[in-house]
């Protein structure tokens, strides 16, 4: 990392988000190969699940964050939340891809960001059964198992794999409309279970594009940081809005961009 480009004190914060997105993935691993003695339970939806995993490695984390950061906020997915005093806050999904998880398939992560102030200006994210770790720092860069990476593959939508990503805050129609508008443009429609992992897989050059009307803080500020530091583009984000309740995400390769947004509004347009 091109340390001086940061603060000291970002540094020494990502440099300990490292060390802690190992540790969370060898114990999210212990819980993921010992399927039979998970306890999991639906929270919104019945697709929106939780699990006994999510719970337990999010009160690590935040445990960990507190002996280490004492005056650092939190924000977690399962409620592990705190105010803090300093400019810095932790915005942690323990394991984004729970259905995934839970049903035995490879496709979840573990998703750290740290935000100073209203800015996210670090993010890990660790997949550990393919053991894909990606990183990012703001102005310092984009990693991918700790190489740094240098220039995006601008991969257009015709003849690439672009994501739209569901959840149980989404219109099933404006979905519909948008898989049928990316398979019109001469692109296959992907989806993994885990908005941050999809992210993340952009960023790393494998996606045309990802889309999902409604996306909470934790699941896409550090992929966020990814697609922007690894050269894609972004919809504006009002942080604000994304922090409080969640918001609308559109990313895509400089190529891919202009033709996904109009997709996008195509179809927001037709079941409008």
Not at 23 to 52: C, H, I, R, W
Not at 194 to 222: I, N, Q, V
Request: hydrophobic content about 40%; proline content about 6%.
């Amino acid at each position: 990392m091109h340390s001086s480009l940061l603060k000291p004190e970002t540094v020494d914060r990502y440099e300990a988000m490292l060390e802690l997105i190992d540790a969370a993935g060898v114990s999210a691993l212990t819980y993921f190969n010992d399927q039979d003695s998970l306890v999991t339970e639906s929270k919104v939806a019945p697709m929106d699940v939780v699990s006994q995993a999510d719970r337990e490695i999010e009160t690590a984390l935040c445990e960990k964050l507190k002996q280490l950061f004492p005056e650092d906020g939190v924000i977690g997915e399962e409620g592990g939340s705190r105010p803090g005093q300093s400019a810095y806050t932790w915005v942690i999904d323990p394991i984004d891809g729970t259905l995934p998880f839970v049903s035995g398939l490879p496709h979840w992560c573990i998703a750290i960001a740290l935000m100073e102030a209203d800015t996210t200006v670090a993010a890990v994210t660790l997949a550990p059964v393919s053991a894909q770790h990606f990183a990012a720092a703001r102005g310092a860069g984009f990693w991918i198992n700790h190489l740094q990476q240098t220039t995006l593959t601008n991969r257009p939508l015709m003849g690439n794999m672009t994501a739209i990503g569901a959840s149980p805050w989404a219109d099933p129609a404006v979905l519909g409309h948008c898989i049928q508008g990316i398979s019109e443009a001469g692109s296959l429609h992907y989806r993994n279970g885990s908005g941050a992992l999809m992210l993340a897989e952009l960023a790393a050059g494998h996606l045309a594009g990802y889309y999902e009307p409604h996306m909470k803080s934790w699941d896409c500020l550090g992929g966020l940081l990814m697609v922007e530091e690894a050269g894609g583009m972004t919809a504006p984000i009002d942080q604000t809005r994304l922090l409080s309740d969640g918001h609308e995400v559109l990313v895509a390769t400089p190529a891919a961009f202009e033709p996904l947004q109009q997709i996008v509004k195509s179809a927001t347009q037709r079941q409008s």
